[in-house]
């Protein structure tokens, strides 16, 4: 624990002694939530061509059901974790979410028929769900303001590193096939038939063994504990964080912006006219950062790569190539978002975004094969993830108020899981019906709106504590 300061030893120095290495560990605990949402989100696209044969799915609904069933729970998961969480706090939520990860990693695994697998995968949504909503927010509330982006966009980093750590993973796993083979003649006594997708599901539960045992030496919020009368607590909390003035300092903050809401969650306060301008923005930027069709690169990227002209080692080593180049871009994320704003980054990420799009339609237009299009694609994904994917999550963990944060930032990560739901299911017509070319297009169109919308009605955070952005944006 630092020594504490006092508020003329603050002014002299412009700085709190933050005790850095506590305020890192903590937000790197709760960034595990994000691994393990990045991991359990994309694992199934490598497995998808395995356990479909070994529980013999045939029809469009099987196959579909089994794909979408953890975006059911984490629909479920982000609805009610949120009020549940403003209710009962953060870490238990936090916690329940790690139980569920290794539990269903296991059970998913282990499943012997078809039932339990949706169980299992309807059940690893849920946690999906909890951490999507909730590790980014439990990181805002304990981040100091001038490190707050950089913190919350851990878990953007945490998530991209789930997400290559599951296309390695499936890589690794999966066994080779012999030259020729097709999907429909993989041998259904072939080890990647009968044991490989298990394996591939099952090795999940190690992180989220690690998730779930440090998060019970993780605090609770700070923010929470004063919402719900225990400002003492609160104070020992953020005296850990900055010293014992720091802690005063917050806490007095943090209670200016309570007065009259201690311990009370009311979910029509969502509905006020001053609320409601707020929630616009949160749902509109979580909608888009589905919507700017990036998903669809990472959903369907084996048939993007395959018009490209690539066969199925190529589109492997693409689909890895994307997952490299997500997890560098989020440093630049990481490096920047507490220096250039937030602003500045989703901006130039909607407006990259569109001009990309334009020359991906073209280039899959004219007919272009091999580097060209598979550029234009990295680089889409490179200007997706160090705007757009991790900045969204620091402004709906940052833009809510402190009486009601939980529960407004369910409404936003629910239109986020439902935009994710749209974007998979339309992109399949949209496909057959309109070419890949025009498919870039559409989305290059959605992202220059979105590109209007945040230069006119996002203001900038940067550096603010929460309670600043509260006043200004809702009192």
């Given at each position: 624990?630092?020594?504490?300061?006092?508020a003329?030893?603050?002014?002299?120095?412009?700085?709190?002694?933050?005790?850095?290495?506590?305020?890192f560990s903590?937000?790197?605990?709760?960034?595990?939530?994000?691994l393990?949402?990045?991991?359990?989100?994309?694992?199934?696209g490598g497995?998808?061509?395995?356990?479909?044969?070994?529980?013999?799915?045939?029809?469009?609904?099987?196959?579909?059901?089994?794909?979408?069933?953890?975006?059911?729970?984490?629909?479920?998961?982000?609805?009610?974790?949120?009020?549940?969480?403003?209710?009962?706090?953060?870490?238990?939520?936090?916690?329940?979410?790690?139980?569920?990860?290794?539990?269903?990693?296991?059970?998913?695994?282990?499943?012997?028929?078809?039932?339990?697998?949706?169980?299992?995968?309807?059940?690893?949504?849920?946690?999906?769900?909890?951490?999507?909503?909730?590790?980014?927010?439990?990181?805002?509330?304990?981040?100091?303001?001038?490190?707050?982006?950089?913190?919350v966009?851990?878990?953007?980093?945490?998530?991209?590193?789930?997400?290559?750590?599951?296309?390695?993973?499936?890589?690794?796993?999966?066994?080779?096939?012999?030259?020729?083979?097709?999907?429909?003649?993989i041998?259904?006594?072939?080890?990647?038939?009968?044991y490989g997708?298990?394996?591939?599901?099952?090795?999940?539960?190690?992180?989220?063994?690690?998730?779930?045992?440090?998060?019970?030496?993780?605090?609770?919020?700070?923010?929470?504990?004063?919402?719900?009368?225990?400002?003492?607590?609160?104070?020992?909390?953020?005296?850990?964080?900055?010293?014992?003035?720091?802690?005063?300092?917050?806490?007095?903050?943090?209670?200016?912006?309570?007065?009259?809401?201690?311990?009370?969650?009311?979910?029509?306060?969502?509905?006020?006219?001053?609320?409601?301008?707020?929630?616009?923005?949160?749902?509109?930027?979580?909608?888009?950062?589905?919507?700017?069709?990036?998903?669809?690169?990472?959903?369907?990227?084996?048939?993007?790569?395959?018009?490209?002209g690539?066969?199925?080692?190529?589109?492997?080593?693409?689909?890895?190539?994307?997952?490299?180049?997500?997890?560098l871009?989020?440093?630049?994320?990481?490096?920047?978002?507490?220096?250039?704003?937030?602003?500045a980054?989703?901006?130039?990420?909607?407006?990259?975004?569109?001009?990309?799009?334009?020359?991906?339609?073209?280039?899959?237009?004219?007919?272009?094969?091999?580097v060209?299009?598979?550029?234009?694609?990295?680089?889409?994904?490179?200007?997706?993830c160090?705007?757009?994917?991790?900045?969204?999550?620091?402004?709906?963990?940052?833009?809510?108020?402190?009486?009601?944060?939980?529960?407004?930032?369910?409404?936003?990560?629910?239109?986020?899981w439902?935009?994710?739901?749209?974007?998979?299911?339309?992109?399949?017509?949209?496909?057959?019906?309109?070419?890949?070319?025009?498919?870039?297009?559409?989305?290059?169109?959605?992202?220059?709106?979105?590109?209007?919308?945040?230069?006119k009605?996002?203001?900038?955070?940067?550096?603010?504590?929460?309670?600043?952005?509260?006043?200004?944006?809702?009192?």
């Amino acid at each position: 624990m630092m020594p504490s300061a006092t508020a003329s030893q603050r002014s002299a120095t412009g700085q709190w002694p933050y005790n850095r290495a506590y305020i890192f560990s903590i937000s790197m605990i709760a960034a595990l939530g994000g691994l393990m949402f990045g991991y359990d989100w994309v694992v199934i696209g490598g497995a998808e061509l395995f356990y479909e044969r070994f529980f013999a799915l045939t029809t469009a609904f099987q196959v579909g059901w089994a794909m979408s069933s953890a975006l059911i729970g984490a629909l479920l998961g982000a609805m009610f974790s949120g009020g549940l969480s403003d209710k009962f706090g953060r870490k238990p939520l936090l916690l329940f979410s790690g139980f569920l990860f290794v539990a269903t990693s296991i059970g998913t695994g282990l499943a012997a028929d078809f039932s339990l697998f949706i169980a299992s995968r309807l059940l690893g949504g849920v946690a999906i769900g909890i951490a999507s909503n909730l590790s980014p927010l439990y990181i805002a509330e304990i981040a100091p303001a001038s490190m707050r982006g950089r913190l919350v966009s851990l878990n953007q980093l945490t998530i991209a590193l789930g997400v290559m750590a599951a296309q390695v993973a499936n890589w690794a796993i999966a066994r080779p096939m012999p030259l020729g083979i097709t999907v429909d003649q993989i041998p259904l006594d072939s080890w990647n038939v009968q044991y490989g997708w298990r394996w591939m599901f099952g090795v999940t539960a190690l992180p989220a063994v690690i998730f779930f045992v440090c998060m019970f030496f993780a605090p609770e919020s700070p923010r929470w504990l004063a919402k719900k009368g225990r400002s003492e607590r609160a104070r020992d909390v953020l005296a850990k964080i900055g010293g014992a003035a720091y802690a005063e300092e917050s806490v007095n903050d943090i209670e200016a912006t309570l007065v009259n809401e201690i311990d009370r969650v009311d979910l029509r306060e969502l509905l006020e006219p001053r609320m409601l301008k707020v929630l616009l923005v949160g749902v509109v930027l979580a909608v888009f950062q589905q919507w700017c069709g990036i998903n669809v690169i990472f959903q369907y990227g084996s048939r993007i790569f395959a018009d490209a002209g690539y066969e199925v080692s190529g589109i492997l080593f693409n689909i890895v190539i994307t997952g490299v180049v997500g997890v560098l871009m989020t440093f630049v994320a990481i490096a920047t978002v507490d220096r250039w704003g937030r602003r500045a980054l989703m901006l130039s990420g909607a407006l990259g975004l569109a001009v990309i799009y334009l020359f991906t339609g073209w280039a899959y237009h004219a007919g272009l094969k091999g580097v060209v299009p598979v550029a234009l694609v990295v680089a889409a994904i490179g200007c997706y993830c160090y705007s757009l994917a991790p900045i969204t999550w620091v402004i709906l963990s940052e833009i809510f108020p402190n009486r009601i944060r939980g529960a407004a930032m369910s409404v936003s990560v629910v239109a986020l899981w439902l935009g994710n739901f749209l974007l998979s299911q339309t992109f399949p017509t949209m496909y057959k019906s309109l070419g890949l070319a025009n498919c870039f297009w559409v989305y290059a169109a959605i992202c220059f709106c979105g590109f209007i919308f945040i230069w006119k009605r996002l203001p900038e955070t940067k550096g603010k504590t929460l309670e600043q952005i509260e006043r200004e944006l809702v009192d």
